[in-house]
T-cell receptor, first 114, second 117 residues
Framework: GAVVSQHPSRVICKSGTSVKIECRSL??????MFWYRQFPKQSLMLMAT?????????EQGVEKDKFLINHASLTLSTLTVTSAHPEDSSFYIC??????????FGPGTRLTVT | AQSVAQPEDQVNVAEGNPLTVKCTYS??????LFWYVQYPNRGLQFLLK??????LVKGSYGFEAEFNKSQTSFHLKKPSALVSDSALYFC???????????????FGDGTTLTVKP
């Protein structure tokens, strides 16, 4: 299957700082990328959907000014958590989808805000 | 709105026995259905999908699933379970139509499969 990388895998930051997470599709062109949060022993919570060159579409309850998403190319999307707080600590997962409908997931980023 | 239900949090089977992980869905249009697997400390992996055509779809690692439109189900099956199949399994549905949900999948809460030797 297709490969999606995510960087960093783990990050610890201080409250009030910003953190950027990169998601890359390595061997296919992703027309759509998705960002999720996964809580322990819970399912994936979709945060936003991004299409290359367009503004991201955020799910209800997700603050677009706090979680900035940029989908600059068909292989790269970034999620920036601005002014992070401890409640933003979570496991963030990106996925990429082309024209075959299924999603290919990155390995995730564990964010800890102290 | 679209939704997915995985009625079992946990499924336990003995190695060599058949396994079934259940999934039912609700979607306004025609469904696209998916199964993903998450092994411990690893990312989610795509297993198989139903888009159109034959109701029985085969995927990776010997898994298969059957689309049943009348029962709105898409249960995951394998004839003979392996210990290495132990993982967290997610069912997901997308609406084949456009609109606000175009391309987005809704995931079930996941089912933990444990295969014992």
């Amino acid at each position: 299957g297709a490969v999606v990388s995510q960087h960093p895998s783990r990050v610890i930051c201080k409250s009030g700082t910003s953190v950027k997470i990169e998601c890359r599709s390595l061997d296919f062109q992703a027309t759509t990328m998705f960002w999720y949060r996964q809580f322990p022993k819970q399912s994936l919570m979709l945060m936003a959907t991004s299409n290359e060159g367009s503004k991201a579409t955020y799910e209800q309850g997700v603050e677009k000014d706090k979680f900035l998403i940029n989908h600059a190319s068909l292989t790269l999307s970034t999620l920036t958590v601005t002014s992070a707080h401890p409640e933003d600590s979570s496991f963030y997962i990106c996925s990429a989808s082309g024209n075959t409908y299924e999603q290919y997931f990155g390995p995730g980023t564990r964010l800890t805000v102290t | 709105a679209q939704s997915v239900a995985q009625p079992e949090d946990q499924v336990n089977v003995a190695e060599g026995n058949p396994l079934t992980v259940k999934c039912t869905y609700s979607v306004s249009g025609n469904p696209y259905l998916f199964w993903y697997v998450q092994y411990p400390n690893r990312g989610l992996q795509f297993l198989l999908k139903y888009i159109t055509g034959d109701n029985l779809v085969k995927g990776s690692y010997g898994f298969e699933a059957e689309f049943n439109k009348s029962q709105t189900s898409f249960h995951l099956k394998k004839p003979s379970a392996l210990v290495s199949d132990s993982a967290l399994y997610f069912c997901a549905v997308s609406d084949s139509g456009g609109g606000l949900n175009a391309g987005k999948s809704t995931f079930g809460d996941g089912t933990t499969l444990t295969v014992k030797p």
